[in-house]
Nanobody
Framework: QVRLEESGGALVLAGESLRLSCAASGIWFSEYVMAWYRQAPGKQRDLVARITSGGDTYYGDSMKGRFTISRDNAKNTVYLQMSSLKVEDTAVYYC??????????WGQGTQVTVSS
């Protein structure tokens, strides 16, 4: 079964930076588009960014160039570099395999808390 293990979340001040990591196992990692989602308390889980196996990227409108998604296929890991963090970025961040078969596979997520 696929395992997704997010890490790197922390409590930071507005304007600071943070890098999240997601280690995947149980899948042929390099074959799949990967994504980051986030979910704030009482809110739905929203797409943050995605990256194809070849490195093409997409970002949600609210990211406004502040976030960068990347991947290391040799390490089966996808990253999310976040800068200029805002209070509204506070959420649990999850990575996801962008394939119908893995739609319901989620890790525990990693908490990002941004304070003003």
């Amino acid at each position: 079964q696929v395992r997704l293990e997010e890490s790197g979340g922390a409590l930071v001040l507005a304007g600071e930076s943070l890098r999240l990591s997601c280690a995947a196992s149980g899948i042929w990692f390099s074959e799949y588009v990967m994504a980051w989602y986030r979910q704030a308390p009482g809110k739905q889980r929203d797409l943050v960014a995605r990256i194809t196996s070849g490195g093409d990227t997409y970002y949600g409108d609210s990211m406004k160039g502040r976030f960068t998604i990347s991947r290391d296929n040799a390490k089966n890991t996808v990253y999310l570099q976040m800068s200029s963090l805002k209070v509204e970025d506070t959420a649990v961040y999850y990575c996801h395999v962008q394939d119908w078969y893995y739609d319901n596979y989620w890790g525990q997520g990693t908490q990002v808390t941004v304070s003003s």
